[in-house]
């Protein structure tokens, strides 16, 4: 489902260069650049997004890339955005992910992930929005520990829930495409 957001669009040619040339590979990628025509009228946050979250804490991360990715992208599937879900496939294969780990990651407990890549995953699942009762059980806990200081669970977490966050803005907000299983779909939308 395409986006129908209320928002203000910015025209691509107002948007400064740098969001220019993020509005080209949107469209591009996705074929539509809702996202970045709205975040137009405010840079400053399309900034803060990109550069201090993106560039500095999510691949700036003590945890290695090919988790994150993962994880993200474990996110993205259940949260049924797709524009999310295209761009995190291309991020997971940068970072080493195969088409077939891509396909198991519905049932990545019994998939050909390592024992850390499957706890990062299991608490991707307590953080996921679809489960707002999720928490970190003692269990899940002493899981992760195995593999992850606390620290490092600490910084997954809050990677987390920053993208959990602004899945629930861009749905909210109604911002990009989503898959036609995504559970936030618009009233609206979901009555036609």
Not at 129 to 146: C, D, F, H, I, S
């Amino acid at each position: 489902m395409k986006p129908e957001t209320p928002f203000k669009c910015q025209p691509r040619d107002e948007l400064p260069a740098h969001m220019q040339t993020a509005h080209d590979r949107s469209m591009e990628l996705h074929g539509d650049a809702t996202f970045v025509e709205v975040l137009g009228s405010a840079p400053h946050m399309f900034n803060w997004y990109m550069d201090d979250f993106y560039k500095k804490v999510f691949y700036g991360s003590k945890i290695p890339k090919r988790v994150v990715e993962l994880v993200r992208l474990r996110l993205a599937n259940i949260h049924g955005c797709a524009m999310c879900n295209r761009a995190d496939k291309i991020g997971a294969k940068a970072a080493g992910v195969s088409d077939a780990e891509i396909e198991a990651l519905p049932t990545y407990e019994s998939g050909p992930f390592s024992e850390s890549e499957k706890a990062a995953l299991a608490l991707a699942d307590v953080m996921v929005l679809t489960n707002p009762n999720g928490m970190v059980t003692p269990e899940l806990y002493a899981r992760a520990k195995q593999h992850f200081t606390d620290g490092e669970m600490v910084e997954l977490g809050m990677i987390m829930a920053v993208l959990c966050g602004m899945a629930k803005f861009i749905f909210a907000y109604d911002l990009v495409e989503k898959e036609d299983y995504c559970p936030f779909v618009p009233a609206k939308q979901a009555a036609e």
